[in-house]
């Protein structure tokens, strides 16, 4: 159970990855991301996921170059996720994605990579790109985004490396249980995006009660939930307060009876995309 901001879950390959996170979908490039990010490492965040198709890496490096001279901080304090977008999936072409989002970044490694979607005739060729990627030392773990059960286990029939991670839309409204169960027995870490909905399940009177029963918020009661289910998680804000606020979830614990509660909750409903069923 993770008791502190820095805490980390170990992956199947040894290397650590902070539980909790910022994430910077929908944050522009330029001074908001700057100022996102800074502030995140700032208030003692050390995990920031971007990707090639959110157009804001170079904000990203920009960031993180200031933040570690700021803050007195190593690059090997941070953890850095970045992904390969759909349309550069593929052997050779991956190969050059990840080029391109260092050269973006400005780092020589990232932490974590990660395919962005299960491209139907791509995602296999691309992980192979990964594990190259991998043992280049270009990335010190790899996974995928946006994979259910059926594209892991094809996946995982030619894969040399097992992924280290599953980054899946995740809230109250949408608990993935199969998929968790899944990954919980091939040990592939769990993270969610869109933790909160998009501010959907901030607004649920059960979880607004069960946040008054321990003086914290709704979003600081769902983000608890994923931390008490062993789900990584990467809320995303641009306000230095919800940064701040979104992280102060480590000074107590939710009953089972709350947990469950929650649990309850589950309607399969998406905010996003459904991997089954994406324009790509």
């Given at each position: ?8 879950v170990t992956?199947n390959n040894?290397?650590?990855?902070p539980?909790?996170?910022l ?11 700057l ?6 490492i700032?208030?003692?965040y ?23 001279q700021?803050?007195g ?34 780092l020589d ?10 491209v ?17 030392g ?5 996974g ?9 286990e094809?996946?995982?029939?030619d894969?040399k490396?097992?992924?280290a ?33 998009q ?25 608890r ?5 062993s789900?990584?998680t ?7 307060d ?9 000074n ?6 709350d ?5 309850s ?7 996003g995309?459904?991997?089954d069923?994406?324009?790509?």
């Open positions: 159970m993770p008791n502190h901001l820095q805490d980390t992956l040894g290397v650590e990855m539980w909790f996170g994430g910077v979908w929908q944050v522009k490039d330029g001074d908001e991301v100022s996102s990010v800074k502030t995140a700032r208030h003692g050390r995990s920031i996921d971007t990707a090639a198709a959110y157009k804001n890496e170079e904000g990203v490096g920009q960031a993180i170059r200031e933040a570690l700021e803050n901080l190593k690059r090997d304090e941070l953890f850095i996720t970045t992904k390969v977008w759909n349309a550069d999936q593929g052997y050779e072409s991956t190969l050059a994605a990840i080029d391109d989002s260092l050269n973006k970044l400005g490694y990232v932490d974590l990579y990660l395919i962005h979607w299960p139907k005739g791509k995602y296999k060729e691309t992980w192979k790109a990964l594990e190259k990627i991998y043992q280049d270009k990335a010190r773990a790899i995928v985004c946006n994979f259910q059960v059926h594209h892991l094809d996946l995982m029939e894969a490396i097992i992924p991670l599953n980054q899946i839309e995740l809230h109250p409204y949408l608990s993935q249980k199969e998929i968790r169960d899944f990954c919980a027995k091939k040990g592939i870490a769990v993270e969610a995006w869109s933790p909160l909905a501010g959907k399940v901030v607004k649920d009177e059960t979880i607004k009660a069960i946040g008054d029963k321990y003086g914290k918020t709704a979003a600081q009661v769902v983000l939930w994923d931390l008490q289910n789900i990584i990467i809320p995303k804000s641009v306000h230095e919800r940064i701040t606020g979104n992280a102060d979830v480590f107590f614990e939710l009953s089972p009876e947990m469950a509660a929650i649990d909750l589950n309607l399969n409903e998406r905010t995309p459904d991997p069923n994406f324009n790509f």
